[in-house]
Nanobody, 124 residues
Framework: QVQLVESGGGLVQSGDSLRLSCAASGPTLSRYAMGWFRQTPGKEREFVAVISRGGGNTVYADSAKGRFSVSRNNAVNTVYLQMNSLAPEDTAVYYC?????????????????WGQGTQVTVSS
């Protein structure tokens, strides 16, 4: 099975940018569609973005469109989430997840493997 480790979170100010990384070990990352989700206390995990196995297709949540960009480099088994124009409402723990199907899922329950998450805090 694939193991996922997120990094790149931190404390930033409103309007700043961050790039999250999700490094995979185990089976090659190219076998999986990769999603990004976020979660705040007391709320369900929320879809942010997903990228297809080869990187040619992406889907974004409305809250992420125009500000966030998901990409991947299968040669180094890493997926990225570039987040620009961050706002306090983007504060959450961000998770990457892997799914072995060909479909770009938007629901957390459809993903097979998860990282431990990285905290993003945006101050106003």
């Amino acid at each position: 099975q694939v193991q996922l480790v997120e990094s790149g979170g931190g404390l930033v100010q409103s309007g700043d940018s961050l790039r999250l990384s999700c490094a995979a070990s185990g089976p090659t990352l190219s076998r999986y569609a990769m999603g990004w989700f976020r979660q705040t206390p007391g709320k369900e995990r929320e879809f942010v973005a997903v990228i297809s196995r080869g990187g040619g297709n992406t889907v974004y949540a409305d809250s992420a469109k125009g500000r966030f960009s998901v990409s991947r480099n299968n040669a180094v088994n890493t997926v990225y989430l570039q987040m620009n124009s961050l706002a306090p409402e983007d504060t959450a723990v961000y998770y990457c997840a892997a799914d072995a199907s060909m479909v770009l899922f938007r629901h957390a329950w459809e993903y097979d493997y998860w990282g431990q998450g990285t905290q993003v805090t945006v101050s106003s």
